[in-house]
């Protein structure tokens, strides 16, 4: 594959983070984030299982922070450090919306 076609992370050395939110949240959460222009980047891992990634640059980790607290609010969202093909099923996990 071309190096034109690649996903590349955003620079300035960002926080990289792994989540899981209810499939159905996805296109809402990353609309929030796409207007936090400059703060962070978020990629779709696989829709179905809502698994999701965050490219948070350092010095906005604050205001990400007072984001996804927000969003925590409506849906359950978990982090990890942990692969996402380790992640138990996302049911098992209590994926739900409150």
């Known amino acids: 594959m071309p190096d034109r076609c690649r996903t590349l992370p955003p620079a300035a050395n960002p926080l990289r983070l792994l989540a899981r ?4 949240q996805i296109g809402f959460v ?8 400059g703060a962070c980047v978020m990629r779709t891992r696989d829709a179905a299982r809502g698994e999701v990634e965050f490219w948070v640059m350092r010095d906005f980790r604050p205001a990400f922070d007072r984001m996804i607290d927000g969003f925590r609010q409506e849906m359950m969202i978990e982090f990890s450090a942990a692969d996402p093909e380790d992640w138990d099923s996302f049911e098992e996990r209590g994926f739900v919306k409150r």
């Open 30 to 37: 990353n609309a929030i984030v796409e207007s936090y222009e």
């Open 21 to 24: 939110i209810p499939p159905t």
